[in-house]
């Protein structure tokens, strides 16, 4: 696979462009007693943005490279994904184009603003394609775009938290289903759903040294590596 890592547009970081970010996978709580917990919580969250559904395509080598990676852990990571919100069909609204880097337990985003991707029966790569080439993008996104492919698409519904203080933010998930994306003539009808889970991710800037200890002590989640990008793969292509 081409070094991904190393085409990802260059600019200086500080520690506060990164974040940590803790992910809960949640199978014996419904959404209302997860949402219940992050209310209670001694940080006082509160609701900071109206619910939506957010919408993903995720790319992958041929012979899914990142996955491979994910699953053995690799410290460094750079995943691509086109994401956009409301409907996942016909959609009406701009996508964005990201590059969600990670080192370790912490990680950080490269976005790039696009026109929309309005996905309808009969769709294939060759219109992917043709949506690249119209783009407004650098050369060396669009090289880093032509040598991944689309694997699978996701859906699922968010809902947004943050403390009191602004200094911990969490993001609920549910509602999470996986879309089948094939070469040519999608009908995207090749859907897997995680029907019991609750994703929670609590994110904070890197520049706070340590976590506040009775916020971790307080919920009853058990910290996890699952990744939504791993399981939908699993779920679609076993």
Known sequence: MPDMQASVPVKERSADDYRFERKYHIQDLNLHEVEMWVRRSPCLFRECFPPRYINNIYFDTPELDNYHENLGGQAARTKLRLRWYGDYLYNPSKTTLEYKIKQGMVGTKESY?????????????????????????????KEDAAVVLPTIGNRYRRKYFLSMDGDYRITIDSELSFIAIERFDNSFERIRKL???????????????????????????????MSKYVSGVELLHG
């Open 113 to 141: 603003k696009l026109p929309a991707l309005s996905l309808k029966p009969g769709f294939g790569y060759d219109d992917l394609k043709t949506y690249w080439d119209s783009c407004p993008l650098p050369d060396r996104v």
């Open 195 to 225: 029907h019991q889970s609750v994703i929670v991710e609590l994110k904070y800037q890197g520049s706070i040294a340590t976590l506040d200890e009775r916020l971790m002590n307080f919920f009853p989640f058990r910290i996890t590596r």
